[in-house]
């Protein structure tokens, strides 16, 4: 296959996105926040989900050109995975920021790749709505704390099982998918408030893309409850559970007539809450102590 026939991949890394999860600041958006996380100790983790990504791709090596950013925008996460991409250019700020984003998404643009691969939440979404035209291909991969926009692969192994099959010549279809964000200050006072941005273009195969997630409509709550109840049900003694964000998870712990959080991460033993909104140093000290019991 010649080089002009080869797939041409765009590799788009939002470095920070998701990195106010670990410490438990519910989202990752502003400068302020990403300090924050830093100085908590937070880890990046975008380059590697992309790394995990793009290494799916390693039989597929000799039909792709890979374009992306220098360092952690793109550069780190495919040569990682060991291929040698297109560099187009080098963010502008340390460290990167939104306009960053936007100058590789110009540049990316400017290589006439066939499909974008993104690796961000979902703000960095809502840049790829504004700048991108409406039959350009894109496909996340998750890494943001809130995803509520249907353009993500469900994690990084499930967006390079998509591409294969693209690369493979199977037939995929190709659909709009809301981008969806929500407010995260709103977020963080316990309310979830889910905005409608637009609509990206996205290869659709069911099993290995996220659905959107509408924030504030109606649920079916005796299916909720009986989910719940089994749950309940099936509970071990002494043994330690985490209990994870969402209105599910907390009604389960209010049938349990425990005070969770409904947007942190709890900890349960023995149906009681031992720790309650931990970060994920915490989880780790929690499962060591308890591992050691």
Not at 19 to 37: H, N, P, Q, T
Not at 51 to 78: H, P, T, Y
Not at 147 to 175: D, M, R, W
Not at 208 to 222: I, P, R, S
């Amino acid at each position: 296959m010649s080089n002009d026939q080869k797939f041409r991949l765009g590799v788009l890394v939002n470095p920070y996105a998701g990195i106010g999860g670990s410490v438990g600041l519910k989202g990752s958006d502003g400068v302020e926040i990403r300090d924050k996380a830093l100085a908590m100790g937070a880890e990046l983790r975008a380059i590697d989900r992309m790394q995990r990504a793009l290494s799916k791709l390693i039989s597929f090596s000799n039909q792709i050109d890979f374009f992306c950013f220098a360092g952690d925008m793109g550069e780190a996460s495919v040569k990682a995975a060991g291929f040698e991409p297109v560099i187009v250019g080098t963010s502008q700020h340390t460290p990167s920021t939104a306009e960053d984003s936007q100058a590789a998404i110009a540049q990316l643009l400017a290589h006439k790749i066939d499909l974008l691969l993104f690796a961000g939440g979902d703000g960095t979404a809502r840049i790829l709505v504004d700048q991108l035209p409406a039959k350009q291909i894109v496909l996340g991969v998750p890494a943001g704390v809130k995803i509520h926009s249907g353009v993500y692969a469900n994690s990084p192994e499930a967006a390079g099982e998509l591409l294969i099959q693209l690369l493979s010549g199977k037939l995929v279809n190709l659909t709009h998918r809301d981008v969806k964000d929500i407010d995260e200050d709103a977020f963080r006072e316990g309310k979830v408030k889910a905005k409608y941005y637009g609509e990206l273009w996205v290869p659709e195969v069911h099993d290995l893309l996220q659905q959107v997630k509408n924030a504030g409509t109606e649920k079916d709550e005796l299916a909720q409850l009986d989910l719940v109840q089994t749950l309940i049900e099936v509970l071990d003694d002494n043994t330690l559970y985490l209990v994870g964000t969402g209105s599910t998870t907390h009604l389960f712990l209010q049938e349990l007539d425990l005070d969770g959080s409904l947007l942190g991460v709890d900890i349960l033993l023995n149906r009681t809450l031992i720790a309650k909104d931990v970060s994920a140093q915490q989880i780790q000290d929690h499962i060591c102590q308890h591992s050691d019991q």
